[in-house]
């Protein structure tokens, strides 16, 4: 993020400390979360649709759910993550805050939640394994509220999707399934989807009127 908008930014932030040793322990122990400039935008739009309600998939060490109930008091989240070090760490993290009222998260693979257990969402934000979007996208969008919207992280994934040729086979591969999720996206006949260049990319996709 530019560091003369990033200064207002910090001034705004909420717990402000806090959020910049979660940025800290990410960096230190490898933990992808996400940029700040994708982060301050969902903010302002979670803002802006006044949203009550999200759907994480992806939870790690519960810093954007976080960062999100604190740009919003009244957001409720239900947040994903299957593996159990980043569980743990998230759980503390809330704790820390104590946003337990606020977020719940789901300790389980995206793919085998019990989608009955859920509720309606306003806003539903896919930030896991990059090669299942499309399945987290086909199995959570029908928990979009009417004028819910979808937000999906890291469409671009460090620019590797415009430029595959220099890639090894595996991030190659990985890279032709975000390729490949993009396009599904723009083909979906009862959505619109919008590209934006921030921070890894995000693909924000609402149903059509
Ligand atoms: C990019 S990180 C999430 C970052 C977080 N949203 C943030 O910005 O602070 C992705 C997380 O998704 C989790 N994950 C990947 N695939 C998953 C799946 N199928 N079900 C649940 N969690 C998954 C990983 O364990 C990892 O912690």
Known sequence: MN??????????????????????YAEVNNVPIIK???LVLIQSLLNIINAKTMLEIGTAIGYSALSFVCSKE???IDTIERNEEMYNEALNNI??????????????????????ILKKYDVIFIDAAKAQYQKFFDKYAPLLNENGIILTDNIIFHGCVEEQEHLSKNVRSMVKKID??????????NYTTYYIDSGDGLAITMRKK
């Open 3 to 24: 560091l003369y908008l990033e200064k207002f930014n910090n001034e705004n932030e909420a717990n402000h400390e806090f959020f910049n040793e979660l940025r800290a």
């Open 36 to 38: 700040r400039d994708s």
């Open 74 to 76: 009244d957001l409720v």
């Open 95 to 116: 704790k820390k805050l104590n946003k337990e009222n606020s977020i719940n998260i789901i300790f389980q693979d995206a793919l085998e939640v019990d989608n009955t």
């Open 180 to 189: 490949n999720y993009n396009h599904y996206l723009s083909t979906l006949e």
